[in-house]
C-alpha cells in the first residue's frame, strides 16, 4: 500500500498508525501524528487505520532555542 | 507620532515597501514585542527587530554568558563572557538602534510571574530551550491571548511556527505534553549548527513583523520544519485539534502550571530525525 510519510511516498504494509510508527522504528513517545492532517491522539494510534494514499507526518520534538 | 529625518534615512528601505510604507513602520515603532530567552534564537531575533524599529523589546533571561554559548548566541560578544545576558542585550541594541525601548528582567520565567511578564507586550517570541517553558509561554499566551511565534532547533533542524490564540492551532492542538524526561536531547546534550538559530530566528523575527504590520499570510496552522543537512524546508499543515488539553472543546488546562523539567539524561540518543 502507498502512504506519504513525511511528505515522501513509501510502499509498506500496515493496519494501524501504530504498524506504520513500528516499520518506521519511532517511538510513539517521540513524536506527534498527523493523519491527512488530523492529530491522531496517542490512545488512538493502535486503532487508527490507515488506507492507502494516506498522508502521515511524524513530528518529532524539537526544544531547543537558547 | 513623526519621524526625525535620521530616522526617515534609518529606516527608508522599510518605507519604500508599498507593504509597510511611513504608516507601517509608525506600527512598528509602536510595537511591544516580548522576547523569552536571550540565547540562540532571542539573539537574532531581538537584533533584527531592533533592526527594524520596534518600539519597545522586552527580554526576559535570568542566565550569564557562557564561552559556549558564542558559536551561536550573537548578541553576545566575548568580553561579555560571565556577565548577564539581558544586559550584554541591552547594550548591544542600544548600540544597533537608540530608538528602541530595551525592558530587561534577569528573571526566570515561571507560572507565576509569566501573565505579568507578557500582559504589557503584543506579541511573545519564544526563545527558550526546555519543553516545560515552551509548554508554559504556549499556556500563558492562550490564557492571555496574545499571539506567540514558537520556534524549537536541534542539531540540524529547526521549527517555526505562529499561533493566534483561539483562532489557530496551538502547541498543545500538536504536542499535547512534553516528551517523557530524557528521551529528547536538548542543545546542551545533543549539539547545534549555530547558524540554524539565525535561520529560525529570523523567521520568528520575520513573522512577528508580519503580525504587527498585518500583512501577508501569518505561519499559522502550518508547522514549518527546516532540515540544514538537506537545505530543505517543509510545510506541515495543521488545524485546532478538538480534543487539545487547553484550547479544545474540553479543556483539562484552567490554570497555567509548570511541566517538571526534564532529567539531563538520553536514552535514545539515535533514535531522533525520520528521513
Redesign the interface.
Known amino acids: 500500500m502507498q502512504l506519504t510519510?513525511?511528505?515522501k511516498p513509501e510502499e509498506l504494509q500496515a493496519d494501524t498508525i501504530m504498524d506504520v510508527l513500528k516499520h518506521?522504528?519511532?517511538?510513539p513517545?517521540?513524536v506527534?501524528v498527523?493523519l491527512n492532517?488530523?492529530?491522531v491522539?496517542?490512545d488512538q494510534l493502535e486503532t487508527t487505520n490507515v488506507r492507502a494514499g494516506d498522508k502521515i507526518?511524524?513530528?518529532?520534538?524539537?526544544?531547543?532555542?537558547? | 507620532m513623526s519621524f526625525s529625518d535620521e530616522q526617515i534615512t534609518r529606516y527608508s528601505r522599510h518605507i519604500l515597501l508599498p507593504e509597510v510604507g511611513g504608516k507601517g513602520q509608525k506600527k512598528i515603532a509602536q510595537a511591544k514585542v516580548f522576547v523569552v530567552g536571550a540565547g540562540g534564537l532571542g539573539s537574532p531575533v531581538a537584533l533584527y527587530l531592533a533592526a527594524a524599529g520596534v518600539g519597545t523589546i522586552g527580554l526576559i533571561d535570568s542566565d550569564v554568558v557562557d564561552r559556549s554559548n558564542l558559536q551561536r548566541q550573537v548578541l553576545h560578544h566575548t568580553p561579555d563572557v560571565g556577565r548577564s545576558k539581558v544586559q550584554s542585550a541591552k547594550e548591544k541594541i542600544f548600540l544597533l538602534n537608540p530608538d528602541v525601548t530595551v525592558e530587561t528582567y534577569e528573571d526566570r520565567f515561571t507560572a507565576s510571574n509569566a501573565m505579568d511578564y507578557i500582559a504589557p507586550y503584543d506579541v511573545v517570541i519564544d526563545g527558550v530551550d526546555t519543553f516545560p517553558a515552551k509548554f508554559l509561554i504556549n499556556d500563558a499566551c492562550y490564557f492571555a491571548g496574545k499571539p506567540l511565534i514558537h520556534g524549537g532547533i536541534l542539531r540540524f533542524e529547526g521549527r517555526v511556527f505562529s499561533i493566534v490564540p483561539k483562532q489557530s492551532a496551538c502547541y498543545r492542538c500538536i504536542f499535547n505534553h512534553p516528551p517523557p524526561p530524557g528521551l529528547v536531547p536538548s542543545c546542551q546534550e545533543a549539539g547545534i549548527i549555530g547558524v540554524v538559530a539565525g535561520i529560525i530566528g529570523t523567521i520568528q523575527a520575520t513573522e512577528a513583523l508580519k503580525l504587527i504590520l498585518g500583512i501577508g499570510d501569518p505561519l499559522t496552522d502550518r508547522i514549518l520544519d527546516f532540515d540544514a543537512r538537506k537545505t530543505v524546508f517543509r510545510e506541515i499543515k495543521t488545524k485546532r485539534n478538538p480534543r487539545c488539553p487547553l484550547c479544545g472543546d474540553h479543556p483539562d488546562i484552567t490554570e497555567l502550571f509548570e511541566h517538571e523539567h526534564e532529567a539531563c539524561q538520553l536514552q535514545t540518543p539515535g533514535a531522533f530525525g525520520i528521513s
Open positions: 510519510i513525511n511528505g518506521k522504528d519511532v517511538d513517545h517521540m506527534a498527523e492532517t488530523q492529530i491522539e496517542r507526518e511524524f513530528l518529532f520534538y524539537m526544544g531547543g532555542g537558547a
